[in-house]
């Protein structure tokens, strides 16, 4: 190829890389102007976002200086009004100060009108064990308390009806009676503070009761032994308590609060139920002697009183209590056998119960506790005219109680308790779960 195809060559190709370089560059200058487009409409969107916002605070800035302006407007008649009700006899300086709250400097301060009222010390919150709750309810609170319990009880008893010729030998009869108990109770429970020291307390029991006897019947002759069953379901007794904080305790002094509980007899008594009657009964021979539908409520209307005590040690509450219960009686009383015959029984008074308890609860954390007490409750025996009844003796109950607290929230708890019978007249398990809700 000459010199002259070569040169035209380069000029060629040196002009297309040219209007290629262009073309690129007018591209990239395209899509970089419409980046800077976006970024300052982006900008100007921010501008005016923040300029509302200005807008808004500039707008609460105006309403906080005229809610001080008025205040310091009330402050300052409030102080004329004062001057103008001084004694004569006082100084003029005095009545200048009066009149003049704000400081000479013409700085601004804050007004503080009267005194805050020191905060009340509190103990902290336990799991509930006993029916006496750890703190009263706030005035214009209530507290609505749904609760479900469950007991167990089982108890054997054998009893020699004859006499011994020799320790190996009993001419007679043997009566075995092995008695399996459980008992349902579903409650609601509402307490209500009236005052900072004063609450009262309305209970409403819904009672389910299931026995199982095996028993070797008495003057039958048989060596075979039978089940028993029963039940029965229906309202329980109807429970009202008031309790009242008697002290405003001192850092080291514990709270005592005073309670009076009266308990109803709106349940099924064990005097409306048809008894299986025996020949100890009159009119009828056969039978177990056992009620063919269990009672629901002890059939006498109470009254307990008790005093609570409880002394907050952080992280600790170390608490107790002293309870008596008279039970009231009933005068001619009959219960209902079979046949729709009565035995007329006279007048029946069961006897009083004095009771005792104390514990300790223990924080875990902010949200859980810990407790655990015992339960003391001493029964007398039981009159039927005036005369202690042969077969009723004084009863000793006593259970140990395990109890955990959870609070679900400011207004919600969770209380779950666990008793265990500590002799043979209690009850051998006890299951409580308790979920207060205030209002």
């Known amino acids: 190829m000459s010199s002259l195809g070569q040169r035209k060559a380069w000029t060629l190709l040196a002009c297309s890389s040219l209007v290629m370089s262009g073309a690129l560059a007018q591209t990239q200058g395209t899509a970089a102007s419409r980046n800077a487009n976006k970024r300052i409409e982006l900008l100007q969107q921010q501008v005016s976002e923040q300029g509302r916002q200005i807008e808004a605070l500039q707008q609460q800035v105006m309403e906080q200086e005229n809610r001080y302006r008025d205040q310091q407007r009330v402050e300052k008649e409030r102080q004329e ?38 905060a009340e010390a509190a103990p902290p919150a336990m799991a509930q064990l006993f029916e006496q709750p750890g703190i009263l309810t706030p005035p214009g609170h209530y507290v609505l308390e749904p609760s479900l319990q469950y007991g167990y009880s089982s108890s054997n008893r054998v009893a020699l009806v004859g006499y011994t010729i020799i320790p190996a030998l009993l001419v007679g009869l043997i009566d075995v009676r092995e008695v399996k108990r459980s008992t349902l109770t579903a409650a609601v429970t509402g307490r209500w503070g009236l005052t900072n020291r004063l609450e009262v307390e309305a209970k409403l ?53 005073g309670s009076l509980r009266f308990k109803t007899r709106t349940g099924k008594g064990p005097f409306d139920v048809v008894t299986d009657c025996v020949t100890r009964c009159l009119g ?15 059939g006498f209307y109470s009254l307990q009183t008790g005093l609570t005590w409880l002394f907050p040690s952080d992280p600790a509450v170390f608490f107790g209590g002293i309870s008596y219960t008279r ?35 223990l924080a875990l954390n902010e949200r859980s506790s810990f407790s655990i007490g015992v339960d003391l409750n001493s029964i007398g ?51 409580t779960v308790r979920i207060p809700m205030m209002y």
């Open 81 to 118: 009004a004062l001057a103008a009700a001084r004694p004569e006899g006082q100084g003029p300086n005095d009545k200048k100060q009066a009149a003049s709250p704000e400081p000479p400097d013409g700085s601004t301060r804050s007004v503080h009108v009267g005194v805050a009222p020191a």
């Open 205 to 257: 029991p819904y009672v389910y009761r299931s026995d199982a006897t095996i028993s070797r019947e008495l003057f039958t002759g048989t060596a075979s032994e039978r089940v028993f069953n029963a039940n029965g379901s229906a309202i329980g007794d109807i429970e009202l308590a008031a309790r009242y904080q008697l002290n405003q305790p001192q850092p080291n002094s514990p709270y005592m609060i």
């Open 284 to 298: 009828n021979t056969t039978g177990t002697g056992l009620p063919l539908d269990l009672p629901t409520g002890s």
């Open 327 to 361: 039970n009231f009686g009933r005068d001619n009383v009959s219960r209902l056998v079979l046949n729709g015959e009565r035995e007329f029984l006279g007048s029946v008074k069961p006897g009083d119960v004095l009771g005792f308890n104390f514990g300790m609860g």
């Open 381 to 431: 025996r039981t009159r039927q005219n005036g005369v202690p009844v042969e077969t009723s003796v004084r009863t000793q109950l006593a259970s140990l109680l395990l109890g955990y607290s959870y609070r679900y929230s400011p207004k919600t708890t969770l209380n779950v308790t666990v008793g265990t019978g500590l002799t043979r007249d209690t009850p051998d398990l006890t299951l």
